[in-house]
Structures are given as C-alpha cells and as structure tokens.
C-alpha cells in the first residue's frame, strides 16, 4: 500500500519540518510536502473571521486544487482586555501585513496604560484537515501568557518578544526553539492532528 501524501498550506519550510516530526513521533507514515510542491495552486484569501475559518478554506482550497488531503494553520495573539484583538489580523494589526515591529509597537501603544493584572493574553491557533472529498477537522491549541511593557529575547517572531508565558518568567522570544516547539500553540494544534490523520488517512 503506498503511503498516503499530504500537504501543508505553507511555504515556511520551519512549520513543514515541525509537522513532519510531529506525525513521525506518532508513527504515522506520511509523505508531508509544503504547497511549494504545487506552485500552481494560488494562495487563497483568509477572508474568514475566526482563526477556524481561514485555516479551513486554505485547507479545503488546497484539496481541492491537488486531490490530496491537506492541512492549514491559521493563529494570532489574543488580547483578553481587547476582547480578543488582534486576533485574526494579528499578522496586519498596523495596516501592512507582516511588519512584526510596526504591529509590536502599535499594540503596546495601545496597552501602554493597561495595568499588569490586566496584560492576560494568549497565541491560538486552528489547525484544520480537509481531504478532496469535502471532510473537515480542526482542532485548536493555546499558549496563555501576560503582555509585557516591552520586548525581550530575540528568537521567534511576530508577537513572542512580548508574551510571557504562563509559569515562566520568560517571554516566548527567550525560549530556545526546542522550548517553544513542546508548548507553542502551533505545536498543540498540530499534535492534536496526528490522532485526526490517524483516523482519516490510517
């Protein structure tokens, strides 16, 4: 029986290799490939409000396009006292997608007089699987933290320079990259997929 392909609605070759460990470790064999393996299939629009959403019309856009299942993350960083927000505009919260240190300074602008009690924040992420036949599952995973006042560390990206993370004294920019992959959102999300491909591509 040959073994089955999936593929993941990345270019980033690090979130490919973290998936590919990830089913390695729960046995699964499985030929995981990035969309680069398709240069044809255009990137689709996340036009979805909720971090399920978007990650479930790339997965299914994906599937489609190639007749193989696919997989699709989508995640962000979630202020409580901001009811959520940045959330799914997290990658474009100061108007350009992308400027980590734009989007970094503008929401610490905006917190700058939120009291540390009140910083409670989290990174989520939905990690869904749509196979070419229309059948979905996303599961989700969270890292709570607390807003610092200002960056520090200077691994990861996006928002981790000022997430604390829970228990820790560190933000998610002072973890090393091993620290960061066994609790990060992304690395929840996606271990709670293994069992998910487990059942639908056995």
Same mark, same amino acid.
């Given at each position: 029986?040959?073994?089955?392909? @999936? &593929?993941?609605?990345?270019?980033?070759?690090?979130?490919?290799?973290?998936?590919?460990? &990830?089913?390695?470790?729960?046995?699964?064999? &499985?030929?995981?490939?990035?969309?680069?393996?398709?240069?044809?299939?255009?990137?689709?629009?996340?036009?979805? +409000?909720?971090?399920?959403?978007? /990650?479930?019309?790339?997965?299914?856009?994906?599937?489609?396009?190639?007749?193989?299942?696919?997989?699709?993350?989508?995640?962000?960083?979630? +202020? #409580?006292? @901001?009811?959520?927000?940045?959330?799914?505009?997290?990658?474009?919260?100061?108007?350009?997608?992308?400027? #980590?240190?734009?989007?970094?300074?503008?929401? @610490?602008?905006?917190?700058?007089?939120?009291?540390?009690?009140?910083?409670?924040?989290?990174?989520?992420?939905?990690?869904?699987?749509?196979?070419? #036949?229309?059948?979905?599952?996303?599961?989700?995973?969270?890292?709570?933290?607390?807003?610092?006042? /200002?960056?520090?560390?200077?691994?990861?990206?996006?928002? #981790?320079? &000022?997430?604390?993370?829970?228990?820790?004294?560190?933000?998610?920019?002072?973890?090393?990259?091993?620290?960061?992959?066994?609790?990060?959102?992304?690395?929840?999300?996606?271990?709670?997929?293994?069992?998910?491909?487990?059942?639908?591509?056995?």
């Amino acid at each position: 029986m040959k073994h089955q392909r @999936l &593929i993941l609605a990345t270019r980033n070759a690090g979130k490919i290799t973290e998936l590919r460990a &990830i089913l390695t470790e729960a046995d699964l064999d &499985i030929e995981l490939v990035g969309a680069d393996a398709y240069p044809d299939v255009p990137d689709v629009k996340e036009t979805g +409000v909720t971090f399920a959403e978007n /990650a479930l019309l790339k997965a299914h856009a994906l599937a489609q396009a190639t007749g193989h299942p696919a997989v699709a993350d989508d995640s962000g960083l979630c +202020v #409580d006292v @901001l009811n959520g927000a940045p959330g799914i505009f997290s990658a474009r919260w100061a108007g350009r997608h992308g400027d #980590d240190q734009a989007n970094l300074d503008l929401l @610490l602008a905006q917190l700058s007089d939120i009291a540390d009690e009140h910083r409670a924040a989290h990174f989520a992420c939905a990690a869904a699987l749509a196979l070419p #036949d229309g059948t979905e599952r996303v599961v989700e995973g969270k890292l709570e933290g607390t807003l610092r006042h /200002a960056p520090a560390g200077s691994g990861g990206f996006g928002y #981790d320079p &000022i997430l604390q993370v829970e228990g820790d004294t560190r933000t998610c920019a002072e973890l090393t990259a091993d620290e960061k992959n066994a609790i990060s959102h992304r690395g929840k999300a996606f271990r709670a997929l293994a069992p998910v491909v487990r059942e639908l591509l056995g």
